[in-house]
């Protein structure tokens, strides 16, 4: 016989908000469906999802950096070439990190951020066409252990 003891009950409550299916479930779905992506998005941004408890990061943003953010990931929608580089990462990262990844460059300045991209986005282009160098002792000439013993230069 089995004699592990069984979750509590509380436990079996919240897991069946996460069985897809579930009333619960759907209906979390459904009222997040209503809220446009971008709203969603911003929304994240002024609340902490993940117990990183550093300034610069989604629920730990000043007003002046959250405006920044916010104008920033507007400016965004405006350069789609930028927007991909931003983003690359989508499938490992959720949108309010990554623009919080990228404000923290520049200490929120988001006119510097996208100066800075505009003037690097040659190299993510070339970088791209070669599939983000994918054997590095080639692309750099040498071990990466010297590359990664110095940086960041």
Not at 24 to 44: D, F, G, H, K, V
Not at 143 to 152: C, E, K, S, W
Request: glycine residues 4%; contains cysteine.
């Amino acid at each position: 016989t089995d004699m592990s003891p069984s979750p509590p009950k509380k436990r079996l409550s919240s897991m069946k908000r996460l069985i897809p299916g579930s009333k619960r479930r759907l209906a979390e779905e459904e009222r997040a469906s209503a809220i446009p992506e971008s709203r969603r998005n911003l929304q994240t941004l002024q609340e902490e999802r993940i117990g990183v408890t550093e300034r610069g990061y989604p629920g730990q943003l000043s007003v002046e950096e959250l405006e920044a953010t916010q104008r920033f990931y507007k400016e965004l929608k405006k350069r789609p070439h930028l927007e991909e580089i931003v983003f690359a990462w989508k499938d490992i990262e959720e949108t309010p990190f990554a623009l919080c990844r990228y404000m923290r460059a520049t200490k929120f300045d988001d006119a510097a951020i996208l100066e800075r991209m505009e003037g690097d986005h040659k190299n993510w282009v070339e970088a791209k066409s070669n599939n983000f160098y994918p054997n590095l002792a080639e692309t750099i000439g040498g071990p990466p252990a010297v590359f990664t013993a110095l940086y960041p230069y």
